[in-house]
């Protein structure tokens, strides 16, 4: 059997990411639905995900591999976060939370 992943503090971080972004990114425009919504959602959930997948895999090359993935939707996500913010989708204070959140995920995995 796998890792239990809820005990690993960095799916812990990346999960409440994932929460804090789909929340934020309610209130981007409506024609953004289908673009960088749609592109966030997806990276930030990426990250959470391969987490949980690696964490079930047997052998620790595996596992290592998921979550280098994991850091290619971190740096994503961070990438996304600032395109919001120079759209001016996301305030300045919604944007450093965010990104405090990112970089804590970050410095964990």
């Keep these: 059997m796998g890792r239990d992943f809820k005990k690993i503090k ?44 690696g964490a079930n895999r047997e052998h620790k090359k595996e596992y290592l591999h998921f979550l280098h993935i994991a850091k290619g939707s971190i740096a994503e996500t961070e990438y996304l976060l600032g395109l919001a913010k120079r759209l001016e989708y996301l305030q300045d204070n919604e944007h450093e939370k965010l990104e405090d959140l990112r970089t804590e995920t970050a410095k964990t995995l």
């Design 10 to 53: 960095a799916w812990q971080h990346a999960d409440d990411l994932a929460i804090q972004v789909y929340r934020q990114t309610k209130s981007f425009p409506r024609e953004e639905l289908f673009g960088i919504t749609s592109q966030l959602r997806r990276a930030v959930v990426s990250i959470p995900t391969n987490i949980v997948e």
